[in-house]
């Protein structure tokens, strides 16, 4: 238990906070934290997250949904839950999914300044488990969320294309800094990106269709 | 002056190896390191690399061709020189640059492990001069100079384009490793990326054309 959680849990109960309040909040976002650093994605359970945490298991569906967002908001540091976001960006026309998802990408990271991004990528390419985390999330979680509403062929490998294009722009706008890439504004990368995004979610990639 | 330089300055001259054999060119690779470091690429000269080294301004033309050269041997460790490289994705048909490109990348990153990769994304994650470096070369150099050759408008906005891409395949490729796109074989990955690239080069990249 870290420091943070230990003093919340030694709090005198205030009326109407806990279980459900801020505090519980807090303590499962720290619990979780050691918890997919320990024991990677895969193997993290709610039910241990919320016995380190010392809540009740069903606090983690009543603040972050899932698991998964649980670890959207305590190790990607995202603001808003991982469902809620495949259900906005799949939301539209199947024809603009892509121009969808890079103004959606470049909205949120945006907002960040990008020092979130940077901190994901330093944890990948120092940890084999945050690689492993990483590739649950994104590919398998994230892009294949989306990818279902499509009914294209190879979803898997689309969706590691879809990354591919993703972390790209992200490493290339947020922590290399390209210019004119890293300053253009939103709608100008929407324009020159979503077309080849559109292409990975519905287009033909084998050279035999 | 590195122990390794002071110990290659030490050693006493050997018939026909200096000043241009391989303690020279090994004198220059360490050299390089530091001053690429210290100045970053652009303040870095040939002269002061050299003057480090202890050796004779014109053996990085004789041993690398060029300062770019000697970047990619000494610090991105590549095993070509980049002009060769740029000089071997020109040479074909336009239509077909995307192609060479990201087979050309794959070929040579593939050999490597990827490990070398990682190695770079590292330092630009951690070093706020290792970005400049890299933005230097891969967008100013590399792709600029591939770009030149296409005639295409917004040359900087494309390069950077395709820097988003191929560091993004090398991400997902050879450190975040998302499968199926890290053991997916090349003429694969050739067909799944190569037309996005190409579009990033000659293609329309604007909402008006």
Same mark, same amino acid.
């Given at each position: 238990?870290?420091?943070?959680?230990?003093?919340?849990? #030694? $709090?005198?109960?205030?009326?109407?906070?806990?279980?459900? &309040?801020?505090?519980? +909040? %807090?303590?499962?976002? !720290? =619990?979780?934290?050691?918890?997919? #650093? $320990?024991?990677?994605?895969?193997?993290?359970?709610?039910? &241990?997250?919320?016995? +380190? %945490?010392?809540?009740? !298991? =069903?606090?983690?569906?009543?603040?972050?949904?899932?698991?998964?967002?649980?670890?959207?908001?305590?190790?990607?540091?995202?603001?808003?839950?991982?469902?809620?976001?495949?259900?906005?960006?799949?939301?539209?026309?199947?024809?603009?999914?892509?121009?969808?998802?890079?103004?959606?990408?470049?909205?949120?990271?945006?907002?960040?300044?990008?020092?979130?991004?940077?901190?994901?990528?330093?944890?990948?390419?120092?940890?084999?488990?945050?690689?492993?985390?990483?590739?649950?999330?994104?590919?398998?979680?994230?892009?294949?969320?989306?990818?279902?509403?499509?009914?294209?062929?190879?979803?898997?490998?689309?969706?590691?294309?879809?990354?591919?294009?993703?972390?790209?722009?992200?490493?290339?706008?947020?922590?290399?800094?390209?210019?004119?890439?890293?300053?253009?504004?939103?709608?100008?990368?929407?324009?020159?990106?979503?077309?080849?995004?559109?292409?990975?979610?519905?287009?033909?990639?084998?050279?035999?269709?």
């Amino acid at each position: 238990m870290t420091s943070k959680a230990n003093q919340i849990a #030694a $709090e005198p109960k205030r009326r109407g906070r806990r279980p459900g &309040g801020q505090d519980t +909040r %807090a303590a499962l976002i !720290a =619990a979780a934290r050691e918890v997919f #650093a $320990e024991s990677g994605y895969q193997s993290a359970t709610v039910r &241990g997250i919320a016995r +380190r %945490a010392g809540v009740d !298991a =069903a606090m983690v569906n009543h603040w972050f949904g899932s698991k998964e967002g649980l670890f959207a908001e305590a190790v990607l540091e995202l603001p808003f839950a991982p469902q809620t976001l495949i259900d906005e960006i799949i939301e539209g026309d199947l024809e603009t999914l892509g121009e969808r998802i890079v103004r959606k990408f470049l909205t949120v990271w945006d907002a960040f300044g990008g020092g979130t991004f940077a901190a994901l990528v330093r944890s990948v390419t120092s940890h084999e488990q945050a690689a492993e985390v990483l590739q649950d999330f994104f590919v398998k979680y994230l892009f294949s969320g989306v990818l279902k509403t499509t009914g294209s062929d190879n979803p898997k490998f689309r969706a590691s294309l879809c990354a591919s294009q993703m972390v790209g722009l992200g490493m290339v706008r947020y922590v290399a800094r390209f210019e004119p890439l890293a300053s253009a504004d939103i709608e100008t990368v929407v324009d020159a990106i979503a077309p080849n995004m559109q292409r990975y979610l519905t287009g033909t990639i084998t050279r035999n269709g």
